[in-house]
């Protein structure tokens, strides 16, 4: 077996990579060669900490997998390490051997970050100048780095509930050589592209903040319960997500089906645009909005991309199993 440590991920794996590894990906889940297991998920009641795993299988790529962590929200406080805490284990898909374990804390906020960027290269305008970000934690960075890539943006805008934060991606705006502005979350209809990343239970963007041709990726619901957006958002966008089955039971999807404001049938997989089976984008006016759910095979890929990077770099180590 490999092992590739946390503390080697960050030399290894670029934004362009993870871009690469996840759009490819989501091509793959699109056209029926990939597929994810079903989520488990569970507050373990201790730390109150949610904690499960995610796999799938990548038949294009012969990635076989799952991703073991969670969220332990005392982590930062108690103990200044990371909130989110993941492991990938891979395995051989012809021998059912364990192949290789990869630290999965940054490559989760790479493979996140590459996601709603990925939703932006293809649903956004080509002429979006304003970026909006509804969040200003640990994970927003990497949200507001990978996403001032696809675009020429001019401007960023930022909320968060707890405005304290704001300087986190304030930060991330000025090392672009863009201005920064705190805004209500009325001030997001200035935005052109909107990336909310939050751990909200309880909507906080609704229908009236965004404005038409809009593109926004809502990247922190990922459980049962959790909330961004107002579901009358959903009913007036075009929805696109990573796998439309955990939209409906986990995403953010999930709210406006249980009130009956969509159905299943109006929500496509980003792969269908990336693959071209899906306009995506059709108007100018035309708001888009990208459930990220976050799925197995994400973090496969990428961690798939890192193991064979630490090979040909001399970096994995191999232990006996």
Same mark, same amino acid.
């Given at each position: 077996m490999l092992i590739v440590p946390e503390r080697e991920i960050a030399a290894l794996m670029t934004r362009a990579s993870a871009f690469k590894a996840v759009e490819k990906v989501f091509a793959a889940m699109a056209s029926g060669e990939a597929y994810n297991f079903p989520v488990v998920r569970e /507050?373990?009641? !201790?730390?109150?900490? *949610?904690?499960?795993?995610?796999?799938?299988?990548?038949?294009?790529?012969?990635?076989?997998?799952?991703? /073991?962590? +969670?969220?332990?929200?005392? $982590?930062?406080?108690?103990?200044?390490?990371? $909130?989110?805490?993941?492991? %990938?284990? *891979?395995?051989?898909?012809?021998? +059912?051997? #364990?192949?290789?374990? =990869?630290?999965? $804390?940054?490559?989760?906020?790479?493979?996140?970050? /590459? @996601?709603?960027? =990925?939703? %932006?290269? !293809? *649903?956004?305008?080509?002429?979006?100048? #304003?970026?909006?970000? #509804? +969040?200003?934690? !640990?994970? @927003?960075?990497?949200?507001?780095?990978?996403?001032?890539?696809?675009? /020429?943006?001019e401007k960023v805008i930022g909320w968060n509930l707890h405005p304290e934060m704001l300087p986190n991606i304030a930060k991330v705006a000025d090392e672009a050589g863009l201005p920064f502005e705190a805004v209500a979350l009325d001030g997001m209809r200035e935005a052109d592209v909107i990336v909310s990343i939050t751990s909200s239970f309880e909507a906080s963007l609704m229908a009236d903040h965004v404005s038409p041709g809009t593109h926004i990726a809502c990247m922190g619901t990922d459980t049962l319960g959790k909330q961004e957006v107002a579901p009358a958002l959903l009913a007036h966008a075009t929805i696109f997500t990573d796998e439309v089955a955990q939209s409906i039971s986990i995403g953010e999807a999930q709210h406006a089906i249980a009130q009956g404001l969509i159905c299943e049938a109006d929500i496509h997989q980003i792969g269908a645009v990336i693959n071209g089976t899906h306009p995506g984008r059709t108007a100018d006016d035309e708001i888009t909005l990208f459930d990220g759910t976050g799925v197995g095979l994400q973090d496969l890929a990428v961690a798939s991309a890192v193991v064979t990077l630490a090979v040909a770099q001399g970096i994995a180590i191999e232990v006996d199993v």
């Open positions: /507050a373990i009641g !201790h730390e109150d900490a *949610l904690y499960g795993f995610k796999g799938g299988f990548d038949r294009s790529g012969l990635t076989l997998g799952l991703k /073991a962590g +969670g969220y332990w929200p005392n $982590n930062l406080a108690k103990r200044d390490i990371i $909130n989110h805490q993941s492991t %990938i284990f *891979l395995f051989d898909p012809d021998t +059912g051997k #364990v192949a290789a374990m =990869v630290g999965g $804390n940054l490559l989760t906020a790479l493979r996140t970050a /590459a @996601a709603s960027s =990925v939703s %932006i290269r !293809h *649903l956004a305008r080509k002429d979006a100048k #304003v970026m909006g970000m #509804v +969040g200003a934690g !640990h994970q @927003a960075t990497f949200q507001l780095r990978a996403a001032l890539e696809q675009r /020429a943006f």
